[in-house]
């Protein structure tokens, strides 16, 4: 039984008794991550009803209120918005923080939105519109714009008079960020260094002017890992004349990186990315998302068959050759995968460029010589004790044997180039690299498998 387990058999069990201070003490005591979970676990049970959760959400402090309905996901947060009252939603909408609140918008129908955008002042709303005009993958779509700015000309002791006064409404407040007359960026200074510096300590005397930044415009996957690279709390985003107008922070980064990660993985398995948990994903959704790569899948591996046909009379004379081609395939699809996967992760993390193809292929080159040279002589001596000695097959002969080795030596090799050029290939002409996982090589390699084996075959055999 898992810890949110518990929590929410406690909660249901105060809920049937109608102990409701009781079960407002009890979530005071909670995180709003695993408050939120719990309720979106009992609705998925069908455990309380609608009616019982914006009953339970009523009973919970306005600050944690807010925090809880941020963690939950787009149908909860739905739920709840047509169950709320105008003055409840202004509440909640006005506790949180405008990153989070964006994030509510993007997912929620055109309705709701038009609900949400009249519940909030008209300076929140102009905010938010100017977030949502970012692009949807950029560092501006992730930012916030709760932050605490300070002059170079102040004092420390003024600094901390001023992070007293408005560093309740900011998300964070363990960095400070120092701006000039027209809100350039100038430098930052961290919580810890105003601490042990001196009352009257001038900011522009221990400010860091060597700062890392983003722009509004940048990629926020990679902005995310630059918070893996620096290990930063939050990150500053300037315009286009080094302007501060908001920060990512690390929390937001890693929801980034979690959902990037969670689409490449979809991805390079042909499933088209989904935007919800798969226990809360319908089964009509699930199908749309997995046929239209199944299709294309499959149509393309006619040309497996196309090639097979061709070589109808080669297998008619030497049918011994016909078992050994799944073993091909599939070795072959194993390998390019390998290769594929190495390189998507190496670009995903900033470590492999379209610049790095020729190194990149020099190696697999030479991994794949020594992978295929040890599957060869290992194949070699299974098809002679299995298949000739023990099995007794007079079919499968030494020659044959060679074939069957040289065949699946080629095959590794040019599975592993394939699979470490077509993602960089991708990347290059601006598609996902993930999308040339895989399927996509598995089904290419294939083909190129068969087309050696039959070569070398007829080669060989001379059929």
């Known amino acids: 039984m898992t810890e949110n387990t518990v929590f929410s058999e406690k909660i249901l069990a105060l809920l049937q008794e109608k102990k409701y201070t009781a079960l407002q003490k009890y979530l005071d005591t909670l995180n709003p991550a695993d408050i939120a979970e719990c309720m ?124 007293r006064q408005t560093g309740v409404d900011k998300e964070t407040i363990y960095i400070c960020y120092i701006i000039g007359p027209t809100r350039k960026l100038l430098g930052l200074v961290s919580v810890r260094e105003l601490l042990l510096a001196s009352d009257d300590t001038y900011l522009r005397d221990i400010m860091e002017t060597n700062i890392i930044s983003v722009s509004t415009l940048d990629d926020r996957e990679d902005v995310a890992n630059l918070f893996a690279r620096y290990n930063f709390p939050a990150l500053p985003v300037v315009d286009k004349e080094n302007r501060l107008v908001g920060i990512v922070t690390v929390d937001d980064a890693i929801d980034v990186l979690q959902e990037e990660a969670t689409e490449d993985i979809e991805k390079m398995a042909a499933i088209t990315p989904s935007e919800h948990p798969y226990l809360r994903t319908k089964t009509y959704e699930i199908w749309l998302q997995r046929i239209p790569w199944l299709l294309l899948l499959m149509v393309s591996a006619t040309f497996t068959g196309m090639i097979i046909t061709g070589f109808e009379d080669a297998l008619a004379a030497q049918a011994a050759l016909m078992a050994f081609v799944p073993m091909l395939m599939d070795t072959g699809g194993n390998s390019g995968s390998q290769a594929s996967v190495t390189v998507i992760r190496g670009i995903s993390l900033g470590d492999i460029e379209f610049s790095d193809i020729g190194k990149v292929l020099w190696k697999e080159f030479r991994v794949s010589l020594m992978c295929g040279a040890a599957l060869a002589a290992v194949a070699f001596g299974k098809i002679m004790l299995v298949d000739r000695l023990l099995m007794h097959n007079p079919d499968i002969t030494v020659t044959v044997g060679a074939v069957v080795c040289l065949t699946l030596l080629c095959t590794v090799v040019v599975a592993k180039l394939v699979g470490c050029s077509l993602p960089l290939l991708a990347k290059k002409l601006g598609f996902d690299p993930a999308v040339m996982a895989s399927p996509f090589i598995t089904t290419i390699v294939d083909a190129l498998s068969l087309l050696l084996y039959f070569r070398i075959a007829t080669m060989i055999l001379h059929i």
């Open 40 to 163: 979106e676990d009992l609705v998925d049970d069908a455990e309380i009803s609608e009616e019982d959760l914006p009953r339970i959400f009523r009973l919970l402090p306005k600050e944690l209120a807010s925090d809880t309905f941020a963690e939950m996901d787009s149908d909860l947060q739905g739920k709840l918005i047509d169950a709320f009252s105008d003055k409840e939603l202004s509440e909640v909408l006005g506790d949180m923080f405008l990153d989070d609140t964006v994030d509510v918008i993007e997912e929620m129908p055109a309705n709701v939105v038009k609900r949400i955008l009249k519940n909030v002042d008209p300076e929140t709303r102009k905010t938010i519109n100017q977030v949502l005009n970012y692009p949807e993958d950029s560092a501006g779509s992730i930012m916030t714009i709760e932050y605490v700015d300070l002059r170079p000309g102040m004092t420390v002791s003024e600094a901390f008079q001023h992070i």
